[in-house]
């Protein structure tokens, strides 16, 4: 089979691309330059509205920097207050089918960290008590031994 000599030129329709991929190609980079050139244009716009502008930003400065801080915060806390609300409103919806005993996502993390520490509790209780009746007996041979 090896001494069988291999045809050195490649056939064309090889290394050719499909009609679909050229097709593919000439869409992507047509999307790409249309793309390419607004972004110039938007950046165009906004360089030359930017200078057009800049006047009367800075007459007009002492007015709108506090009042665009004051909206900025005003926004700001709005949109936490909500978030709040919405994070609260959720919480009690988990809790409410928790109870009800509907199984919510999470449940099986709760009950496992609920029995853990519930197990850790019992022990401490134990050691506590062993150490108190330890140290009774210690503080009895001690009055006893005087």
């Known amino acids: 089979m090896s001494d069988q000599p291999k ?3 490649p056939k064309p329709y090889d290394s050719a691309p499909s009609s679909r991929q050229a097709v593919k190609f000439l869409t992507a980079a047509t999307i790409g330059t249309i793309l390419l050139v607004l972004s110039g244009l938007t950046l165009t ?17 002492p007015i709108l920097v ?9 926004t700001t806390g ?21 109870v009800a ?7 099986d993390q709760l009950d496992y960290a609920r029995m853990r520490i519930a197990n850790k509790a019992r022990d401490m209780k134990e050691r506590a008590k062993e150490y ?4 009774h007996h210690k503080a009895q041979e001690a009055t006893q031994g005087s």
């Not at 506090?66 to 005003?74: E, K, R, S, T």
């Not at 207050?81 to 919806?93: D, H, R, Y």
């Not at 005993?101 to 449940?107: D, I, N, S």
């Open 7 to 9: 045809p050195v030129t």
């Open 45 to 61: 716009g906004t360089v030359i509205a930017l200078i057009i502008a800049t006047p009367a930003l800075v007459v007009f400065s």
């Open 66 to 74: 506090p009042a665009g801080i004051v909206i900025f915060l005003a």
């Open 78 to 98: 709005f949109l936490f207050s909500g978030c709040c609300g919405v994070t609260a409103l959720m919480a009690l919806s988990w809790l409410y089918e928790y």
């Open 101 to 107: 005993g509907k199984h919510p996502p999470g449940a």
């Open 132 to 135: 108190g009746q330890y140290v």
